[in-house]
């Protein structure tokens, strides 16, 4: 867990200095400027006593890597500065990072509340992990606030939001949501991925606890995986210690190549937010597309929330074509530039549909039941140029007139 302020963390800073600085120690060992890999499990001591302070958080220090290590230490700093949060800690994946935030705030007998459009991997902690320990789920129509409050009202321990949502790019009112979850005493946890830092910050919108699949535009170039949560320090304290214990702790390589990847995250993302409103109005143009799902188009049923509470609408959009999936499939795999894999977030565009990306974990049923059609496209897209993306998007669209 972070919470120190030792290092450059002025949250005063705009966002590329916060990137760049944020969480860094003012000088390295030997006055290197870039922070090490410190890939030591262990950390010794002159003597007994020295340790026994560090060990028990009187003073600064690390002891073993699965609790704290110095590489992971400057990973989170540099992502609650970005947050403006009191602490942060970190975790393996993001999966692990949603997962460990659930069990650690949640008992048997507790309930929590959620949207059905989550990521495919937290909607099966609710549909199935969370009901075998005796928690209480209840998932609401994603875009009826109204329901959600009335969910809400009746009692829950937690109110689990993602906004924009994976894959179908709807948004919650973080603020109005929030309100309604403090009102009976919730805690509530925003999956901040698909925004960004740079695009929203739900701490300053009411959310007690931020998450981030670190893996996705934090690194940004697809190689390396981690999970971080924000919020106050008495939160993040409880979340530190479940993952100490339970173990899903972040690798000091990866926090390493997490860092430097955020260092360059306000310039990918603007480059990304810039290219996602583009393709996406371009899309929506064409006759071979059904619909275009992103919050930056004034058609998109969440855009005026969108615009009230985010400075940019993001890098991933998602669309359904005329001709269901066999139109789909004749498109996705003509495209050139566009990496057909899973995950988002990368400099390079990455695109796929849901039923082997963001949902492969849920059955064809359950993903109709989220509202997710067979046909449906998410392409996240990448820092290429923008007339380049739409150049390939529109020779693969032109190929299902051929066919």
Not at 287 to 294: C, I, K, Q
Not at 330 to 346: C, F, I, Q
Not at 359 to 374: F, K, Q
Request: some cysteine.
């Amino acid at each position: 867990m972070n919470d120190k302020k030792g290092t450059l963390s002025d949250t005063n800073w705009g966002a590329s200095t916060r990137a760049v600085w944020g969480g860094e120690p003012e000088t390295g060992p030997d006055g290197v400027t870039v922070t090490p890999v410190f890939h030591g499990v262990t950390f010794g001591f002159a003597n007994l006593e020295d340790w026994r302070a560090v060990a028990l958080g009187e003073r600064p220090g690390h002891v073993y890597s699965r609790n704290t290590n110095p590489s992971v230490a400057v990973f989170e700093d540099k992502v609650r500065v970005l947050e403006g949060a009191a602490a942060a800690t970190s975790f393996a994946t993001g999966m692990a990072a949603v997962s460990n935030t659930l069990f650690t705030l949640l008992s048997p007998g507790d309930r929590v509340v959620s949207i059905k459009d989550s990521y495919g991997g937290t909607n099966k902690l609710f549909m199935e992990f969370l009901p075998r320990f005796g928690i209480e789920v209840e998932l609401c129509d994603t875009t009826d606030h109204e329901a959600i409050e009335s969910a809400v009202a009746k009692g829950c321990r937690v109110l689990y939001l993602e906004s924009p949502t994976n894959p179908t790019l709807k948004v919650v009112d973080i603020s109005r949501l929030a309100a309604a979850a403090h009102a009976v005493g919730a805690t509530v946890v925003v999956d901040n991925t698909f925004a960004t830092p740079i695009n929203q910050n739900p701490l300053a919108l009411g959310a007690d606890l931020v998450l981030h699949s670190a893996t996705k535009f934090l690194g940004g170039h697809s190689d390396a995986m981690g999970g971080v949560v924000c919020g106050s320090t008495e939160l993040v304290k409880r979340l530190y210690h479940f993952r100490e214990i339970n173990g899903a702790s972040l690798d000091s390589m990866s926090a390493f190549l997490l860092t430097r990847g955020i260092k360059t995250l306000e310039l990918r993302v603007e480059r990304q937010n810039a290219n996602a409103m583009k393709i996406s109005r371009f899309l929506a143009e064409h006759p071979a597309v059904a619909s275009v799902h992103y919050p930056g188009l004034e058609s998109h049923p969440g855009h005026a929330i969108a615009a009230r509470q985010m400075r940019g609408f993001g890098g991933v959009l998602a669309f359904s074509l005329n001709g269901g999936y066999e139109a789909m499939r004749t498109v996705v795999d003509a495209l050139r530039l566009a990496h057909r894999a899973a995950s988002l977030g990368s400099v390079g565009t990455l695109v796929g549909p849901p039923a082997v990306t963001s949902h492969v974990e849920l059955s064809e049923t359950e993903r109709a039941a989220a509202g997710i059609p067979e046909s449906l496209v998410r392409y996240s897209t990448g820092i290429e140029n923008a007339d380049d993306l739409i150049a390939d998007l529109a020779q693969a669209l032109d190929g299902l007139a051929a066919d």
